[in-house]
Nanobody, 116 residues
Framework: QVQLVESGGGLVQAGGSLRLSCAASGSIGIINSMGWYRQAPGKQRELVATITNSGFTNYADSVKGRFTISRDNAMNTVYLQMNSLKPEDTAVYYC??????????WGQGTQVTVSS
């Protein structure tokens, strides 16, 4: 089992920045990649960014150039630096850890609200 705890959400004006953190604990040795997903009201959960153990990153087109995902393997923590935030970035952001067997673990979610 893997436990994920997110922090760093909040309310910010358009153009502002936020940094999300996600700390993993438990059977972290089975984790192959970590990432962030988000879900806005009335919409499906969507990928924001992922990072593998080797550091390979993948971003949704909507956040490229604005968001940066990084990982501190020693601290078992993944970060999402969000710059130039837009109202359409408003959503609940979920931390994800995918095991080598492609099983997904999820955090409890953290609210990000961007006001116009």
């Amino acid at each position: 089992q893997v436990q994920l705890v997110e922090s760093g959400g909040g309310l910010v004006q358009a153009g502002g920045s936020l940094r999300l953190s996600c700390a993993a604990s438990g059977s972290i040795g089975i984790i192959n990649s970590m990432g962030w997903y988000r879900q806005a009201p009335g919409k499906q959960r969507e990928l924001v960014a992922t990072i593998t153990n080797s550091g390979f990153t993948n971003y949704a087109d909507s956040v490229k150039g604005r968001f940066t995902i990084s990982r501190d393997n020693a601290m078992n923590t993944v970060y999402l630096q969000m710059n130039s935030l837009k109202p359409e970035d408003t959503a609940v952001y979920y931390c994800n850890a995918r095991s080598v067997l492609r099983y997904d673990y999820w955090g409890q979610g953290t609210q990000v609200t961007v006001s116009s």
